[in-house]
């Protein structure tokens, strides 16, 4: 069964690093989400991408951050400058339409000291 | 911000008999609700889906209710086994696409 990979599954950064988290979506999807989930808080959305631009993105999708989809098969997230509060579970999800269910990948746990 | 509340944080079912978990929402310009399992170190799951013409939608086990003038869903799973035991989220999105608001989540526990 297709499914929606991500990479690193652990990634540890000191404050003020650059961080590219990787996924590769399923590949027949067009819609492409990160989501992300704070340790004990609520899964939130940060940015949809399609057509190869922003669709969507939440006030937590501040300039720290960028997406990119630089071939045909990735899909990555990229936190300029991390800090503390950045430390979290960051979710790839894709999905064949914008009207339907989401696919998330397992998730890139990052952790900032 | 609480667009979508799961009141109860946990649950505890004897496996065989029906588990029922909760969702409230706000925003009435949701349209689109849906229900995600996870287990540990997974990303959530897609359970079952329901839109806003619809107040029910079954799959299998798996029955989702909808109550749009009190603004409530519900996920019923019938029988419960122990291999359902995990967390459980409803999501909500507006018609204008997949921007996907998810509720804090349900630990169902089901006991053999």
């Known amino acids: 069964e297709p499914e929606v990979t991500q990479t690193p599954s652990h990634q540890v950064t000191q404050m003020g690093q650059e961080v590219i988290l990787r996924c590769v979506p399923i590949?027949?999807?067009?819609?492409f989400y990160w989501y992300r989930q704070i340790l004990g808080q609520k899964v939130e959305f940060l940015v949809s991408f399609y057509n190869n631009e922003i669709s969507e993105k939440s006030e937590i999708f501040d300039d720290q951050f960028s997406v990119e989809r630089p071939d045909g098969s990735n899909f990555t997230l990229k936190i300029r400058s991390t800090k503390l509060e950045d430390s979290a579970m960051y979710f790839c999800?894709?999905?064949?339409?914008?009207?339907?269910?989401?696919?998330f990948g397992e998730g890139s746990r990052l952790t900032v000291l | 911000d609480q667009q979508v509340k799961q009141n109860s944080p946990s649950l505890s079912v004897q496996e065989g008999r029906i588990s029922i978990l909760n969702c409230d929402y706000t925003?009435?310009?949701?349209?689109?609700f849906l229900w995600y399992k996870k287990y540990p170190a997974e990303g959530p799951t897609f359970l079952i889906s329901i839109s806003s013409i619809k107040d029910k939608n079954e799959d299998g086990r798996f029955t989702v209710f909808l109550n749009k003038s009190a603004k409530h869903l519900s996920l019923h799973i019938v029988p419960s086994q122990p291999g359902d035991s995990a967390v459980y989220f409803c999501?909500?999105?507006?018609?204008?696409?997949?921007?996907?608001?998810f509720g804090g989540g349900t630990r169902l526990m089901v006991k053999p």
């Open positions: 999501a909500a999105s507006e018609s204008a696409g997949n921007m996907l608001t």
């Open positions: 999800a894709s999905s064949r339409s914008n009207a339907g269910e989401l696919f």
């Open positions: 590949s027949n999807h067009l819609y």
């Open positions: 925003n009435s310009m949701f349209d689109y």
